[in-house]
Structure formats: C-alpha cells, structure tokens
T-cell receptor, first 115, second 113 residues
C-alpha cells in the first residue's frame, strides 16, 4: 500500500487566493482526519470523517475553511480566501474503524505558505 | 475534555544513554494513550499505545512507555539512545467512546554521537 497520499507537498499562494489541499486515504480505511501543525499551536484536529460523513468539525478555524469527502478514496480541504495566518503544515490521516484499533496513518503533509 | 502536556520542548541525550520523554494527561475516565514520532518533512508515525492491561507498553524501535495512573503520566523511554532516534515526539490521548485524538505540543529529542 502506498500509504496516505497528500498533494501538493508544497503550496505558495497570495493572500486572498483559494487553496485546495487533497488527500487519498489508505484503501479500506473508514476514518479520515485533517490536522494542522504550527509552531505556536502544535498539532490541531480540524475535522474528521467516518464513512465519508463529517463527524466533528469543531476544530475548523472559521467559515473560510471547508472540507469534503465525496467518496471513500478522496478528501479535500479548501481555504477561501486564504490569509497569511493560515500558513502551516496540513496533515491528512486515516485509520481503520472501530474504537479499538487506534493506529493513525499520516500522510507527508502539505506545507502551505500564504504571502 | 482531554488534554496532554509535554513539559519539555527539547531533550538532549548522548548516544548509548537511556532517554525519557515526559507526558502527562488529563481525561475523564480511563485514558487511551499513544506516542507518535515525526521525522523531518514526514508525517507522524505510530510508536506505541496503552489501552488496558500491563502498565509497561513496548513499541517500535525499542521504545517503551510506562502508564502511571496515580501520576497521570505516560513517559516514553528507551534504555539506550541512538543518533537516529533524533526526531519530534508527540504524546496523545483519547477518551473511551470518542474518536478524537488530542496531541501534545511535541518534544524534540536530540541524540548526540
């Protein structure tokens, strides 16, 4: 298995532009998580899905952020409009269901820089 | 609500010496506890977990962690450090019945030759 695949690896954009981050979870995994990592705040959970349905989006900073999971093999995190304070590394992670299996598999992340 | 504290931003240790990376937690009920490691420009990788049972948990790469309920701690340990262990280590906690995993701020481990 190729693991969790995120694209792009790096994104540089200007303030006000729309940014779309993409994630392909491990095949067969039914949970998908979006995290954001910054020096100031560490690793924050933004939103997670179970069987393509958003379960908890309480970590999404504001309405500028949105996430979708149209099918089991693809998810997007969109920021519109982007701001410099959105600069961070965004990670996608997936796991195989149940409350007993605890292992999260992370992608390599997308380094976002908003100028 | 649950939370995790990693009191040390950085831990320095010489190769061959034992290492400890500290973690304390706060959660209602019995906690599910985890350690993850992050190498440069990579995502986090699972190291080990405590769900129930023996308080001493063994994981990948020779790491182990000890669950101490009275001190609400879950310190990561290794008897003999390697230079290749240098990385960022994250402790995490989850409440039973909930899927949300909350991470600490991370501790950078530097192992010198």
């Amino acid at each position: 298995d190729a693991g969790v695949i995120q694209s792009p690896r790096h994104e540089v954009t200007e303030m006000g532009q729309e940014v779309t981050l993409r994630c392909k979870p491990i095949s067969g995994h039914d949970y998908l998580f979006w995290y954001r990592q910054t020096m100031m705040r560490g690793l924050e959970l933004l939103i997670y899905f179970n069987n393509n349905v958003p379960i908890d989006d309480s970590g999404m900073p504001e309405d500028r952020f949105s996430a979708k999971m149209p099918n089991a093999s693809f998810s997007t995190l969109k920021i519109q409009p982007s701001e410099p304070r959105d600069s961070a590394v965004y990670f996608c992670a997936s796991s195989l269901g149940s409350l007993v299996n605890e292992k999260l598999f992370f992608g390599s992340g997308t380094q976002l820089s908003v100028l | 609500a649950q939370s995790v504290a990693q009191p040390e931003d950085q831990v320095n240790v010489a190769e061959g010496n034992p290492l400890t990376v500290k973690c304390t937690y706060s959660v209602s009920g019995n906690p599910y506890l985890f350690w993850y490691v992050q190498y440069p420009n990579r995502g986090l990788q699972f190291l080990l977990k405590y769900i129930t049972g023996d308080n001493l948990v063994k994981g990948s790469y020779g790491f182990e962690a000890e669950f101490n309920k009275s001190q609400t701690s879950f310190h990561l340990k290794k008897p003999s450090a390697l230079v290749s262990d240098s990385a960022l280590y994250f402790c995490a906690v989850r409440r039973p019945g909930f899927q949300k995993l909350v991470f600490g701020t991370g501790t950078r481990l530097l192992v010198s030759p």
